[in-house]
């Protein structure tokens, strides 16, 4: 699990270089003005949570892979894209939500 979580933990700083990485909603949280993204471990997969139009942003991508629900993401163990999360988060810094 530990290694998974630091190629996500990774990707995030790549791609956020200048976001604050802080404990929000009790998860890694990386800050820039706002709450980003956020991730956590789980049993069975990693959570990342984005929010809500980010998910629905990037729904086309995710079906069929992995299961979402509003602002969430489950990705399980062994299924980790960065190259997915790093769109993500890219997305987040500079998506509609942010204009």
């Known amino acids: 699990m530990r290694p998974e979580l630091h190629r996500v933990r990774d990707v995030l700083r790549a791609t956020l270089p200048y ?3 802080k404990i929000s909603w009790g998860m890694p949280t990386y800050w820039q ?3 980003l993204i956020h991730f956590a471990a789980n049993k069975h ?3 990342l949570c984005p ?3 980010a ?3 990037f729904a086309g991508e995710l079906d ?8 969430s993401i489950r990705i399980p163990y062994g299924k980790v894209d960065v190259g ?5 988060a890219a ?3 500079g998506g509609a939500e942010a204009r």
């Open 33 to 35: 003005g706002r709450n």
């Open 84 to 88: 997915l999360i790093a769109r993500i």
């Open 64 to 71: 069929g892979t992995y299961t979402y629900s509003k602002g």
């Open 91 to 93: 997305w987040r810094l």
């Open 51 to 53: 929010g809500a139009e």
């Open 19 to 21: 976001a604050e990485e």
């Open 55 to 57: 998910v629905a942003h």
């Open 45 to 47: 997969h990693i959570g």
